[in-house]
């Protein structure tokens, strides 16, 4: 989940062009071992579209650089499973659409064989998650960014949660990523 200091996931409409000028060859690399260690992308509907889209088009761009190629070639080969009641087919190839409440069948996914599981982006169903506690690992990419306003992370958090941080990286660019594990900690 990218996040500005001041804990904000997008702008108030929604704008994401804050992170964009830190992204660099060093955060791709991170990004792809992240995704790496998992099997199955979990996504929101807005989330959804947009980066359906994207990473489609990007299939076709020539001029990427092969740490590019190989981060597009996980991301249109990956599972995705988007969540969305509105949503009428999936458009992305390897996608499953889910109509029902996504704490359920996450619930049953956890209980099956397989890597992890990664949600980007996806505001709204991270944060049904966080009520029924089903995230295990929270991954923050923290932007040297302040925004003032806009959507918050953990504004729809209703008690309290005991996270221990179990790893850290500081990039060149000044963005920081916080591996938090969840749990009952001291």
């Given at each position: 989940m990218n996040l500005t200091l001041d804990g904000f996931i997008a702008g108030p409409d929604c704008e994401l062009d804050w992170h964009f000028d830190y992204w660099n060859n060093e955060?791709?690399?991170?990004?792809?071992?992240?995704?790496?260690?998992?099997?199955?992308?979990?996504?929101?509907?807005?989330?959804?579209?947009?980066?359906?889209?994207?990473?489609?088009?990007?299939?076709?761009?020539?001029?990427?650089?092969?740490?590019?190629?190989?981060?597009?070639?996980?991301?249109?080969?990956?599972?995705?499973?988007?969540?969305?009641?509105?949503?009428?087919?999936?458009?992305?190839?390897?996608?499953?659409?889910?109509?029902?409440?996504?704490?359920?069948v996450i619930y049953q996914l956890k209980r099956e064989a397989g890597r992890d599981m990664i949600i980007y982006g996806s505001g709204h169903l991270v944060s049904s998650l966080m009520k029924t506690n089903l995230i295990d690992e929270y991954v923050l990419w923290i932007h040297p960014v302040v925004l003032g306003r806009g959507i918050a992370f953990f504004n729809k958090l209703r008690h309290k949660r005991n996270l221990k941080l179990v790893k850290t990286k500081i990039f060149d660019c000044g963005v920081v990523i916080l591996n938090y594990e969840v749990g009952s900690f001291r």
């Amino acid at each position: 989940m990218n996040l500005t200091l001041d804990g904000f996931i997008a702008g108030p409409d929604c704008e994401l062009d804050w992170h964009f000028d830190y992204w660099n060859n060093e955060m791709l690399m991170s990004i792809s071992d992240q995704l790496s260690h998992a099997d199955t992308i979990l996504l929101g509907r807005v989330t959804y579209s947009a980066m359906a889209k994207y990473w489609q088009y990007k299939a076709n761009d020539l001029c990427q650089s092969r740490e590019d190629i190989a981060f597009t070639d996980m991301m249109n080969s990956y599972n995705k499973i988007v969540f969305s009641k509105t949503l009428s087919a999936p458009e992305w190839n390897n996608s499953s659409l889910i109509k029902q409440s996504a704490d359920k069948v996450i619930y049953q996914l956890k209980r099956e064989a397989g890597r992890d599981m990664i949600i980007y982006g996806s505001g709204h169903l991270v944060s049904s998650l966080m009520k029924t506690n089903l995230i295990d690992e929270y991954v923050l990419w923290i932007h040297p960014v302040v925004l003032g306003r806009g959507i918050a992370f953990f504004n729809k958090l209703r008690h309290k949660r005991n996270l221990k941080l179990v790893k850290t990286k500081i990039f060149d660019c000044g963005v920081v990523i916080l591996n938090y594990e969840v749990g009952s900690f001291r």
